[in-house]
T-cell receptor, first 119, second 114 residues
Framework: GAVVSQHPSRVICKSGTSVKIECRSL??????MFWYRQFPKQSLMLMAT?????????EQGVEKDKFLINHASLTLSTLTVTSAHPEDSSFYIC???????????????FGPGTRLTVL | GENVEQHPSTLSVQEGDSAVIKCTYS??????FPWYKQELGKRPQLIID?????GEKKDQRIAVTLNKTAKHFSLHITETQPEDSAVYFC?????????????FGTGTQLKVEL
């Protein structure tokens, strides 16, 4: 159980275009999803926290108008990189968490990641 | 906010030896400390975690210790094998408040040599 999928796994796009990445919890309802960015040989940096039915909370320094997050259902969150530029090229990973006993369950289940390359 | 430091950044051991990775955290309210293993281009995989009401936890060759007073926790891998080679990340979060966000350490590249 606790499987999280991401689509697409790889995407190459031209500078100035927008790219949408989907994150799905396949066998549980994810009350909260998180979006991370990871540059080569670096750690995971949290970009935003997405709660179902409400606006995402962005980390300091992350442009909310550039990285649009939608969490329309308990099993799907999307990240749209708008007007992508080469510096947005990175590995984007989502994770999902459920409620247990009315409280957020600590463990986060990670998706397989999306490799974005902007030419 | 939380700040997690991790050492060493690289670690090379001989097969069969033990490996120890250490992390410190800054937020005394943090109470959940997972460790992840990440292979190149893959998702982080949870290998072990510990909550603040426990000082040590073991799962076969892997153990984690937590010192709440000193605010540090460590990952111990015994009898290392080549397939243990990967990047390991520690993380910290608190159950309530702070959005329950995970703050990751900078990672340790572990190489197990034959």
């Amino acid at each position: 159980g606790a499987v999280v999928s991401q689509h697409p796994s790889r995407v190459i796009c031209k500078s100035g275009t927008s790219v949408k990445i989907e994150c799905r919890s396949l066998d549980f309802q994810a009350t909260t999803m998180f979006w991370y960015r990871q540059f080569p040989k670096q750690s995971l940096m949290l970009m935003a926290t997405s709660n179902e039915g409400s606006k995402a909370t962005y980390e300091q320094g992350v442009e909310k108008d550039k990285f649009l997050i939608n969490h329309a259902s308990l099993t799907l969150s999307t990240l749209t990189v708008t007007s992508a530029h080469p510096e947005d090229s990175s590995f984007y990973i989502c994770s999902a968490r459920w409620l247990a006993g009315g409280l957020p369950y600590n463990e986060q289940f990670f998706g397989p990641g999306t490799r974005l390359t902007v030419l | 906010g939380e700040n997690v430091e991790q050492h060493p950044s690289t670690l090379s051991v001989q097969e069969g030896d033990s490996a120890v990775i250490k992390c410190t955290y800054s937020d005394s309210a943090s109470n959940y400390f997972p460790w992840y293993k990440q292979e190149l281009g893959k998702r982080p995989q949870l290998i072990i975690d510990i909550r603040s009401n426990v000082g040590e936890k073991k799962d076969q060759r892997i153990a984690v210790t937590l010192n709440k007073t000193a605010k540090h926790f460590s990952l111990h891998i015994t009898e290392t094998q080549p397939e243990d080679s990967a990047v390991y990340f520690c993380a910290a979060s608190r159950r309530t408040g702070g959005g329950n966000k995970l703050t990751f350490g900078t990672g340790t590249q572990l190489k197990v040599e034959l």
